[in-house]
């Protein structure tokens, strides 16, 4: 599909912000707006064009992109897209290294200072945040948040929309199934083959 010259971001919070820093330094859009449906934001210093239920209108004319931090909102919303027949980029930050053999599905986006060894899955529509390493031959599934500052080994696989909380690590071929939280600086060292959330070192289950 090709690319269009504006581009619209669904969500105009943190992850937005931060997701239309990545989109201007790749320097591929003319214009960057927003669609946002908090009343809370501040319009000043952005562009917000209209509310989420607006997307049909918007879309022959501009790319988009969610940049929704939650998960599961966030899946909903690309899902949408995908009905739409949008052009939904990949964004990614001129610093991140993305090595050889590495697929990243539509709506992800690789934030700055972010590595990706080689030989790696990476679904639709996940995050890999600023300053985390994906090493070889990870399988990442769709909607799934590597937060800042994680550390996934070798032949780790992560299920779909389960969130990796910031500077946490998973050694080398870990399987976590879908929909966990693991919660900021645990350690995982062992399958986890259950939905929760699991935190500490080792990483140990605290809710279902
Ligand atoms: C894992 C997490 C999501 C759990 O949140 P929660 O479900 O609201 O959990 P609670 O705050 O109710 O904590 C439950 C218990 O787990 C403990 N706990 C929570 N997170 C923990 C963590 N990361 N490490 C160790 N213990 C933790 C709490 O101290 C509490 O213990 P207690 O019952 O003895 O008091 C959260 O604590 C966390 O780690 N958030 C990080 C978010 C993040 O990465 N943000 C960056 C996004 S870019």
Known sequence: MAYKDKLLILGAGGHGR????????????????????????DKKDFRIIGRFNEVHHYKDEYDMFVAIGDNEIR???LLQLEVENASIPVLIHPSALIGENVKLGAGSIVMAGAVII???TIGKGVIINTSSSVDHDNMIGDFAHISPGVHMAGEVKIGDDTWICIGATVINRITI??????????????????????????????KS
């Open 177 to 206: 199934t879908d929909h966990c939280i693991i919660g900021a600086g645990a350690v995982v060292i062992n399958n986890i083959t259950e939905k929760g959330t699991y935190v500490g070192v080792p990483a140990r289950k605290i």
């Open 118 to 120: 080689c030989n790696s």
């Open 75 to 77: 899946e909903k919303l």
């Open 18 to 41: 931060a997701a239309a820093y990545v989109a201007a330094n790749m320097k591929r859009w003319r214009q960057i707006a927003f669609l946002n449906d908090s009343e809370t934001q």
